[in-house]
């Protein structure tokens, strides 16, 4: 059974057909999509500003996904934003930022607070992305501190969408408990 926990009033809304992994924790103000899947070890807390995760999108194991509360040093605070057909790959750090529709972040990168990355985008492995920083759409970024390497090719566009789609098929099989060959 999956850990997911109110917070202050305020419970995570998870969609009839999305697959959350028995060992994810999802706290408070997270709203997940359909056909949308959280894998094992993966944390994530809405306690003090919201989390939104799109449709058909997938957060993979050990991922970490939180937020910033509003205070006078960031007014209204950051949320984090997560659009549709995203690929969050293994052990990312989101934190209060905004994620465009269509988008693969690479393992191990971390992303802060208000960055912006632009729809149809690839991040490679292990980037880091400073606060406020916006990544423009169709683009590899790659680095610490992301830069710009180079505009996606149509393979790679059709690539966004393939392996969303595989995330999607793949949590259906786990929700039949077909995953044992």
Same mark, same amino acid.
Do not use: C, N, Q
């Given at each position: 059974m999956s850990d997911i926990r109110p917070f202050v009033g305020k419970s995570p809304i998870i969609a009839r057909d999305?697959?959350? &992994?028995?060992?994810?924790?999802?706290?408070?103000d997270v709203e997940v999509g359909m056909q949308s899947s959280v894998w094992p070890l993966c944390v994530v807390r809405g306690d003090i500003q919201s989390i939104q995760i799109g449709e058909r999108s997938n957060i993979q194991d050990g991922s970490v996904l939180h937020v910033t509360h509003d205070s006078s040093f960031n007014p209204d605070g950051f949320p984090l934003?997560?659009? &549709?057909?995203?690929? @969050?790959?293994? %052990?990312? =750090?989101?934190h209060g930022c905004e994620i465009g529709h269509h988008c693969l972040i690479g393992m191990?990168? @971390?992303? =802060? &607070?208000?960055?912006?990355?632009e729809p149809y985008l690839i991040l490679a492995a292990?980037?880091?992305v400073p606060g406020g920083k916006v990544l423009e759409e169709r683009h590899l970024w790659r680095g610490s501190p992301?830069? %710009? @390497?180079?505009?996606?090719?149509?393979?790679?566009?059709?690539?966004? &969408?393939?392996?969303?789609g595989n995330y999607v098929q793949l949590a259906e099989q786990y929700s039949k408990g077909k995953q044992e060959k």
């Open positions: 999305a697959w959350i &992994d028995p060992s994810a924790v999802i706290i408070g934003i997560i659009g &549709d057909d995203v690929t @969050v790959g293994h %052990k990312v =750090m989101l191990g990168s @971390v992303v =802060m &607070d208000g960055a912006v990355l292990g980037s880091l992301a830069r %710009k @390497v180079r505009a996606l090719t149509e393979e790679e566009l059709a690539y966004l &969408d393939y392996v969303a």
